[in-house]
């Protein structure tokens, strides 16, 4: 499909390419005529449609133009094909953003394609950020403690746990295209804004912490083995050593973040151009190791210590380890023997155990192949202050130790124990998100983050495993457990094994420390940044934003500060389980995304690594767990309680995204389950709420005509069960899909201002009666669907023009009552309270009437359940009659109510048979005549306009005689009104003349003219209403039994006015009609 087109150069400003080249679909925009400019990504076009005179010239010729109306919604594949072709993924910017800030004047930046392959971009950079600072500083100390076996166990448990969440990051990262942002992009995609939100904050502060974990290990290298007179604080006396080396790790730290932190700043591009530097260092240092070890086989360093008794001596102090040497025939005290004595004399009053005991001197390293493996198999644990002591050498113990720890004594500056070594050790195993989070640098991403990652961790676990072997059995036991070297004239213990030097081992370890803490520091705050630009949490979003290019200026001031906490802490021992909680939660979730997405079986879950399975991301998740209670119960709960809140506030306040998460997948499932489970059997009664489809009016504007309504709903539910809203719209959909989702998107937010939880739908029917139908038949899915239906009186139905809002009304009615559902409807509905309203005192009376389900006594408990309506009491009235024990009746009501669980005040009324009066005679009349001249105003102006014009045609004199007939009837129904007076008068004048039944709109009417079933009616109506407004008119809600429709719908005018008659002089009501069932039981 040959194409003429040309390359347009972008200007600065305008949109520019990704690549270093325009794609054919862009210059073919740049150059449309039909209304496209060059630069701008918004198309003004003329024409929705591509066929239009501009474009034509375009497609003539295609043998696509059956489809060339949808080219403007469907592109051609040809299109699509060449724009992924085209695609590239850049990362977090660093590289791009330096060079756009240095190109001064420069109108593009051309971005190279990514070239890294598996080697150089994943497998280098996760051994770079794996192997670190516990590897040099610590792992000794953890294998002297623990023992070989124990610390096997430790790295075991650590190096499967990294492993099986790598096999786990494998499959998610190859599930498609991963951006930058690694971990939190794979846990937020997958497991939702929620939990990405989360752990994403979690995986940042355990980045956080491990910038300041690597500051510390630089530091205390620093101040330890490199320049010890550097250190500001200097003890005076031994007990204080401690106090004064975290006070020095506390000043130097924070000045060697501050340096860090400007680094960073001025420019990331001298930290990755580093990096290949401190990586080179590590590597040095780790073959210095197994040289070493190769070399102790041949010829063991000399590296002694000295051994008083079976305790280990600083030798720092102290030149010989002799407490008396003979020089000339004359015996003189050495400096070992001042520092246990008085005076240099040889008569001098001497420490005890000094006295009691001899001075040895064994070699440190004594290598591989001296045996020393056996010794050091099994821990040696102990509380802080505990002397480091061999097991191979004899001694005298003193009676009094109570001076011990101001001797030059080696000993413990913690507490020891298991758990805390499984803390310690972890974060030498992170790390293993190194590649993920450079995927967009990727040659092949989907092919080299599985092979580097799995290989840099197996590498890292060899490392590992064969260093606990080869240490324990070089080094002797109470070198290993001499944390700072003291025993070794202040060496790491790690480099008096190494070859040529130690000096090796130290500076490797201090520039790999080093540039561990910049990478720290230039990885978190793109982290915060990419969490801040997601707009999930609200309170981060000055974070994501920075300099002109794009570098997070705010993000990196924010990680400097929470650095600083770690460096003030000032202990590496005491920052490493903090961080380890942290990325332990982390690997959980990412285990937790793949097993979920996994088991949901979703189609779009089609990893390219196969070799994982739900078992193992399960297994890996358990894991995680247990090591992080394990390292540290309460570091676990507090990461936690950090979570979870960080959680809640995404779920309260955060913004709404739709990422195709895995957890709404498994909601789906879940939901899917449930109602299939809830269609197998009926609810029970002990089960049954109201779930509501609440019917709702709309407005011209299609807004919402009555929100107290759904106030009325949030105060019923309490947010519990389910809220179908609904509404209905007259016309087609085609004609009104674009109305239909307006009043949707209105109806919501409505719901959301009124905190109602649920559902809403609108429909679309030719006719609101219909709608209405529709609804109530089919809303709700399964086990799911409404039992109840709540809607709003129709006050104005006497006043209307038609009679379709009272018909409606009263098909609605009828048709809840034949699908045996519940219907509540709320009279004055815009007077009940809002949801910010409190009624602090008042009454909510139930008018029980009959039976029907015990629903009317339900209701008020519901409704008291909420704040609004609280404070209110309930009061339970019921009707008896002259034949009825009122007394009796009383007695067993509260007897009921007890056995319901239910507080409420009793009371019974009597009715007493009487005359049915004038007045409900006279509402009678008026019903009746307003029913006739509704029944000769049905036909609407259309069809009498029709119906005369066709009779004009047949007939001019017959038309004539018809509007004769039809006129005059008109002013008499109209005029109908009466007074009791005028009822008295009538009442005489037809007793008198004794007349029969007449024409109703001939003459004046008689009460022996009305139906009587009417009056009866009517009489209770009027005799209900007196009662309920004298008891009831001060109340805050009165609950009445609704009666049923008429069978026969031509006394559906009748029954309005029964309805109207029976809620006169009150204000809030609520009409109940049950659905048939019990909802209400006295059994648990």
């Known amino acids: 499909m040959p194409t003429n087109f040309t390359v347009v150069p972008v200007e600065d400003g305008s949109r520019r390419s990704r690549h270093g080249s325009v794609c054919l679909e862009e210059a073919r925009e740049g150059l449309s005529p039909g209304g496209y400019s060059v630069g701008d990504d918004t198309p003004r076009e003329s024409s929705p449609f591509i066929n239009d005179e501009d474009k034509g010239a375009y497609y003539d010729g295609k043998n696509m133009a059956l489809f060339e109306e949808e080219m403007d919604s469907h592109p051609m594949v040809s299109s699509l094909l060449n724009k992924l072709a085209n695609y590239t993924n850049l990362t977090q910017g660093v590289i791009e953003h330096e060079e756009a800030e240095n190109e001064e004047g420069a109108k593009k930046v051309t971005v190279t394609a990514p070239q890294m392959g598996t080697f150089i971009g994943v497998y280098l950079p996760c051994m770079q950020n794996i192997l670190g600072v516990i590897l040099f500083l610590r792992l000794t100390w953890i294998v002297g403690t623990a023992g070989i076996m124990e610390t096997f166990a430790i790295v075991f448990m650590c190096c499967a746990c990294t492993m099986l969440t790598a096999i786990s990051m494998s499959a998610i990262a190859t599930n498609g295209v991963v951006p930058a942002g690694g971990s939190y992009y794979m846990i937020s995609r997958s497991l939702g804004p929620e939990f990405g939100g989360a752990v994403g904050l979690c995986f940042y502060l355990g980045t956080t912490f491990a910038g ?3 500051i510390l290990g630089t530091i205390e290298i620093l101040l330890t083995y490199i320049v010890p007179s550097w250190a500001v604080f200097v003890a005076e006396k031994q007990e204080d050593e401690k106090g004064a080396l975290l006070n020095n790790m506390r000043v130097y730290g924070t000045c060697c973040l501050a340096l860090m932190a400007l680094v960073v700043f001025v420019g990331v591009k001298y930290v990755n151009k580093l990096a290949l530097v401190f990586l080179s260092c590590v590597v040095l240092s780790i073959i210095a190791i197994y040289a070493g070890v190769v070399k102790t086989a041949i010829e063991p360093p000399d590296f002694p210590i000295c051994l008083l008794g079976n305790r280990s001596l600083k030798n720092h102090n102290f030149d010989k380890c002799l407490k008396t040497e003979v020089i000339r025939n004359v015996t003189h005290t050495t400096q070992l023997w001042g520092l246990f004595c008085d005076s240099a004399a040889l008569n001098a009053t001497c420490d005890e155990y000094f006295t009691l005991n001899n001075v040895t001197e064994i070699q440190g390293i004594p290598g591989l192949l001296s045996g020393v493996i056996s010794d050091n198999m099994w821990g040696d644990y102990g509380p802080s202050g505990m002397l480091v002591e061999t097991k191979n050498h004899a001694s005298v113990p003193a009676q009094d130790s109570s001076n011990d720890m101001n001797k030059p004594y080696v000993s413990n500056d913690i507490a020891t124990f298991f758990t805390l070594l499984v803390g310690i050790y972890f974060p030498s195993v992170t790390g293993i998100m190194a590649g993920s989070n450079r995927s967009g640098d990727l040659r092949d991403a989907q092919r080299s983050i599985p092979i580097g990652t799995i290989l840099a961790i197996a590498t890292t676990s060899f490392i590992y495993i064969s260093c606990v072997g080869l240490f324990g059995a070089c080094i002797e036991g109470v070198v290993l457990r001499d944390k700072f070297g003291d025993s070794v004239n202040k060496n790491l213990v790690i480099g008096t094994l190494a070859w040529p030097s130690p000096w090796v081992i130290v500076i490797g370890s201090f520039f790999s420390c080093c540039g561990a803490g910049l990478q720290s520091l230039t990885g978190a705050p793109r982290l915060l940044q990419a969490i801040a630009r997601d707009g999930i949490v609200p309170f981060l979003q000055v974070f994501g934003h920075g300099k002109a290019n794009g570098e997070p200026t705010w993000a990196l001031l924010m990680t400097a500060g929470i650095c600083e906490i770690g460096i003030l802490i000032a202990s590496l021992d005491a920052v490493a389980p903090i961080l380890s909680m942290f990325f332990l939660m982390c690997y959980l979730f990412v285990n937790l995304a793949c097993a979920v997405q996994t088991l949901l079986c979703t189609p779009n879950w089609r990893p390219r690594f196969k070799f994982y399975h739900w078992t193992l991301s399960f297994l890996g998740m358990s894991l995680c767990l247990s090591l992080m209670f394990i390292s540290s119960w309460y570091y676990a709960l507090v990461a ?36 299939i489970r809830l269609e197998e059997s009926p609810p029970h009664t002990k089960n049954w709420r109201p779930q509501l489809l609440v019917l709702l009016k709309l407005d011209s504007d299609l807004g919402v005509k009555h929100p107290r309504l759904l106030s009325f709903t949030t105060q019923l539910k309490a947010g519990k069960g389910l809220t179908i809203v609904s509404s209905v719209l007259e016309g087609t959909y085609m004609a009104r899909g674009s109305d239909a989702k307006r009043s949707e998107q209105n109806l919501k937010a409505a719901m959301s201002a009124e905190r109602t939880k649920g559902f809403c739908h609108v429909v679309v029917s030719s006719n609101l009666r219909d709608g209405f139908s529709h609804l109530i038949q089919s809303a709700g899915l399964g086990g799911m669907k409404h039992n109840a239906v709540l809607m709003a009186w129709p006050g104005g139905w006497k006043q209307a023009q038609d009679s379709y809002p009272w018909k409606n009304f009263i098909e609605t009615v009828r048709e809840t009552t034949s699908a045996h559902q519940a219907l509540l409807v709320a009279k004055n509905i815009d007077h009940f309270p809002s949801n910010q309203a409190r009624l602090g005192q008042g009454t909510i009376d139930v008018w029980w009437i009959v039976h029907d389900g015990g629903l009317l006594m339900l209701l008020p408990f519901l409704l008291r359940q909420h704040k609004v309506w609280r404070k209110c009491k309930m009061r339970i009235f019921t009707v008896a009659n002259m034949d009825d024990n009122s007394i009796q009746m009383k007695k067993d009501l509260q007897s009921f109510l007890y056995q319901l669980r239910l507080d409420a005040e009793v009371e019974v009324v009597e009715m007493h048979e009487s005359d049915i009066s004038a007045f409900t005679y006279e509402k009678t009349l008026v019903m009746e005549q307003r029913s006739q001249m509704l029944k000769q105003m049905q036909l609407s102006r259309n069809e009498r306009e029709r119906e005369a014009q066709l009779i004009h045609d047949r007939n001019t004199a017959s038309h004539t005689t018809i509007n004769d007939r039809a006129v005059p009837a008109t002013p008499d129904r109209v005029h109908m009104t009466w007074t009791k007076d005028k009822l008295a008068t009538e009442r005489n004048r037809s007793r008198e003349a004794n007349m029969g039944v007449k024409d109703l709109f001939n003459m004046k009417p008689e009460w022996e003219s009305l139906n009587q079933t009417n009056v009866r009616r009517m009489h209770t109506a009027v005799k209900l209403n007196e009662v309920v407004v004298n ?33 006169d002089g009150l204000d809030r009501v609520l009409l109940v009609r049950g659905g048939g069932r019990e909802v209400i039981t006295i059994y648990s």
Request: a neutral charge; glycine letters at 12%; charged letters at 20%.
């Open 212 to 214: 300041s974990m690597y």
């Open 1031 to 1063: 008891k009831s008119q001060g109340a805050q809600l009165v609950l009445l039994n609704m009666p049923g429709p008429p069978k026969n719908k031509g006394g559906d005018e009748n029954y309005m006015e029964f309805l109207e008659v029976l809620m």
């Open 640 to 675: 936690m309680l950090i979570a979870g809140c960080i959680y809640k506030y995404i779920e309260y306040r955060g913004a709404e995204k739709e990422w195709g998460d895995g957890l709404r997948g498994l909601s789906l499932n879940a939901a899917r389950y449930a109602l």
